[in-house]
């Protein structure tokens, strides 16, 4: 491999990245990030859909957030769809029903698994509500959440979706906490990205739709069980509007382990560049604005620029330097013993990669104002969960979501694009 072609990679990397970073550092500048609060002056019908698969162990909880919010309960339906779980999920659901006659509960249940996206529509049929909320059986809403989304539904007739704050409840782990930090930065930049309409993704946990563009455009399908992106590029493609909000809460539980977050991201990353694919005539299309020009070529370029960068950078940082020392080591017989006597360090300023280092060090510096930034509009403690959090963050995430991505391209290369729920 030619270590020009390396360096090459690494500058593209950067610079792409830092174009990107500074854009919505400027739009944020120029605009100010969404704090508009409004009050809520009506309380329309609204229609909320939980998709169950195996989730005996959380759906008490999602239950016990909506039953609790501060909303008008003769305003609310509530419609479970249990998508054939094989654990007592169905027993958990009916005693809770059997509990809550006074709110509005419709169990349904789908006799083989069908799939979230088929039990959203099952749901979709059926609803009465003028609005239409998707809520994941791992998440739990704040109580306020709904009475702080609806009302900007008034000011703009093209505003198909409002998307609430996700935040991840009571990390365990440091995996989960590398999490945490990701999520309060991921949409803070979803709350800019509203600015010049370019939200690309209206996640599970709580998203509020009109139901009638919703039912307009086809409900939800399937997409390689990416849902929400597909939905959220049909919804740009016909012109209408998704807003991020930053004041209206929704916490989720994310995975614990390495295999758990692997599994997960692969299963979005995959999801994405797939379905990106049946949207391609939208990438560089100056009809869909920015959103075509500058968010769905990021989304697009977001997992090669990963790949590019943890291969170029391992080879002639680790791959490199650790062969000439294995070749070095043959020549005295992989003698460690004369290695040592032998071995000195030896520092030299001159020997600085200095390019790299300032490339480096400003895109540290602009991430750093970001992240403060991010807490800040979250309102969240930067050391809530301790000094490690950010710094483990900024090291450790941009490797792990890279590894994932260099398994999503294997996985692609050799026609491994099954997926599940």
Excluded at 201 to 227: C, H, M, Q, W
Excluded at 308 to 337: C, E, H, Q
Excluded at 343 to 348: A, E, I, V
Excluded at 367 to 373: A, N
Aim: proline share 3%; with cysteine; hydrophobic share 45%.
């Amino acid at each position: 491999m030619d270590l020009s072609v390396a360096q090459i990679v690494i500058w593209v990397a950067y610079f792409i990245s830092l174009y990107i970073v500074i854009f919505w550092l400027l739009t944020y500048i120029d605009r100010g990030v969404w704090l508009k609060k409004i009050e809520i002056k009506r309380f329309p019908f609204v229609s909320i859909v939980v998709p169950v698969l195996n989730e005996e162990k959380n759906i008490i909880w999602t239950l016990d957030s909506l039953v609790n919010m501060n909303y008008p309960r003769d305003k609310i339906e509530i419609i479970v769809v249990n998508d054939a779980s094989t654990d007592n999920s169905r027993g958990e659901i009916l005693d809770y029903i059997s509990k809550h006659k006074e709110f509005s509960i419709i169990y349904l249940e789908n006799e083989k698994n069908m799939g979230k996206h088929y039990g959203v529509n099952r749901a979709l049929s059926v609803a009465k509500g003028e609005f239409f909320v998707c809520l994941d059986a791992d998440s739990a809403v704040h109580p306020e959440a709904l009475s702080k989304m609806l009302p900007h539904f008034d000011y703009d007739e093209n505003l198909a979706v409002v998307l609430p704050l996700m935040k991840i409840i009571n990390p365990e782990n440091m995996l989960q906490r590398i999490q945490w930090c990701e999520y309060l930065l991921n949409f803070f930049y979803k709350s800019l990205m509203s600015m010049v309409n370019c939200v690309h993704v209206a996640p599970g946990p709580f998203s509020v739709f009109r139901r009638d563009i919703l039912t307009k455009l086809g409900g939800i399908r399937r997409s390689y069980n990416t849902e929400d992106f597909e939905v959220s590029l049909r919804i740009q493609r016909s012109h209408y509007k998704l807003l991020q909000v930053l004041d209206a809460e929704v916490y989720t539980k994310p995975p614990k382990t390495i295999k758990g977050f692997y599994r997960q991201r692969n299963r979005w990353y995959k999801g994405t560049m797939l379905t990106l694919m049946d949207y391609k005539d939208m990438i560089f299309n100056r009809k869909y604005g920015d959103f075509g020009v500058l968010q769905l070529p990021r989304v697009m370029l977001s997992g090669f620029l990963a790949v590019g960068m943890i291969t170029f950078t391992g080879y002639r940082y680790v791959i490199k330097p650790l062969w000439k020392d294995i070749l070095n080591w043959s020549a005295i017989n992989f003698d460690f013993s004369v290695w040592l006597r032998n071995f000195h360090f030896s520092f030299n300023w001159l020997n600085i990669d200095f390019t790299n280092t300032f490339f480096f060090l400003i895109s540290l510096s602009i991430g750093l104002i970001i992240i403060l930034y991010a807490y800040y509009y979250t309102r969240e403690r930067i050391f809530k969960f301790g000094f490690l959090t950010v710094p483990a963050y900024i090291v450790l995430y941009g490797i792990m979501a890279s590894i994932v991505w260099c398994g999503v391209f294997i996985d692609l290369i050799f026609r491994k694009s099954k997926l599940k729920w």
